[in-house]
């Protein structure tokens, strides 16, 4: 069975940096792009970032509202997000989300964690 | 970046009604949209891709339709499990975009 789990969200203050890390399991990881989405507390959907395959040399892309402060990694079975110069705006759950595949087709996502809350606020 | 329309954002009806929610892209993104659909406090799951293609294990009730720029989504007959906010959203570019949700609620 697939799954994906979030972990390292918490409450921050403005400025300040978070870690996310999603586990992948129940699934070949390095073959899939791998996504990050967020999701404002009563807001839709935000797409934050992706990375490619290992094979790709894990190409990375990010929405620009989060490109220079936040960087998205990967590694054996892990996922991780480093978030830094967090903003107000910055506050919602977290998902990490699986790619169909390892092409730009396959952009869409099939698996997703069940999401980490960050809330920053002073 | 590609911006993505639903309509309605909310929608009232009743168990057995037949649905369907539209979203628009502001230029062309082919067949490259998937929809999904989310329940309070949970994640997201896959129900359409590439525009009318099933994903595996979801009740054949749900249809998508559509290329270009406008495309469906249809539930034939709406059942109790499918109150809940639909999101399209688009992967023909890099940057990946979501349209607003579409909230289906009891009438």
């Known amino acids: 069975e697939v799954q994906l789990v979030e972990s390292g969200g918490g409450s921050v203050q403005p400025g300040g940096s978070l870690r996310l890390s999603c586990a992948a399991s129940g699934f070949t990881f390095s073959p899939y792009f791998m996504h990050w989405v967020r999701q404002a507390p009563g807001r839709g959907l935000v797409w934050l970032s992706r990375i490619s395959d290992d094979a790709e040399g894990s190409h990375t892309t990010y929405a620009d509202y989060v490109r220079g402060r936040f960087t998205v990694s990967r590694d054996n079975t892990m996922l991780y997000l480093q978030m830094n110069s967090l903003r107000a705006d910055d506050t919602g759950v977290y998902y990490c989300a699986r790619g169909r595949g390892s092409t730009t087709s396959s952009n869409f996502f099939d698996y997703w964690g069940q999401g980490a809350l960050v809330t920053v606020s002073s | 970046d590609i911006q993505m329309t639903q309509s309605p954002s909310t929608l009232s009806a009743s168990v057995g009604d037949r649905v369907t929610i539209t979203c628009r892209a502001s230029?062309?993104?082919?067949?490259?949209l998937a929809w999904y659909q989310q329940k309070p406090g949970k994640a997201p799951k896959l129900l359409i891709y590439?525009?009318?293609s099933l994903e595996s294990g979801v009740p054949s009730r749900f249809s998508g339709s559509g290329s270009g720029t406008e495309f469906t989504l249809t539930i034939s007959s709406l059942q109790p499990d499918d109150f809940a906010t639909y999101y399209c959203?688009?992967?023909?570019?890099?940057?990946?975009?979501f349209g607003g949700g579409t909230k289906v609620e009891i009438k």
């Open positions: 590439m525009a009318s």
């Open positions: 959203q688009q992967y023909d570019s890099f940057a990946l975009t």
């Open positions: 230029q062309t993104i082919s067949g490259w």
